[in-house]
Each structure stands twice: as C-alpha cells, then as structure tokens.
C-alpha cells in the first residue's frame, strides 16, 4: 500500500505540472504520514553524516569527495 501512495501521490503531482522536487517531497510526506512516521525522525536521518562518513571512506571516488580528506 505505501508503494502505491508513493507513486500515486508522485505521478498525480507530475501530471499537474508540479516541479520534480515537490512532487518528490510530496510523495515521501504523504507515505511517511501514512506509515505513522514522525517528520523529525526522516529530518534527522537526512542530516546524519554518521552513514555517509562509513560509506564514503569504502570506494576511491567517494574517498576523494570525503570531508576527511579535505581537511588532511
């Protein structure tokens, strides 16, 4: 059901002429509110660094893109 909201809520936006990224934010809303998922908790997932600190260091490209690096 949420896969339905998702692409429902996405494709219906598109369809009225929405920009991509507020058709992006507005599905992820809709399926984030109707799974009973707090804003605050997807808020703090996006800003974690935590995530993309472990997988940046793994591949040479990332490496290179890493804050770390570019303080070393």
Excluded: H
Excluded at 35 to 46: E, K, N, S, V, W
Excluded at 54 to 61: E, G, I, Q, V, Y
């Amino acid at each position: 059901m949420e896969l339905i909201i998702l692409f429902g809520v996405l494709f219906i936006a598109l369809a009225m002429g929405v920009p991509v990224a507020f058709c992006l934010l507005a599905a992820t809303v809709a399926t984030a509110l109707y799974m009973g998922t707090p804003m605050i908790a997807i808020a703090q997932q996006m800003g974690s660094d935590r995530c993309c600190q472990a997988n940046a260091n793994k591949s040479p490209l990332g490496a290179a893109w890493s804050p770390r690096a570019a303080r070393a």
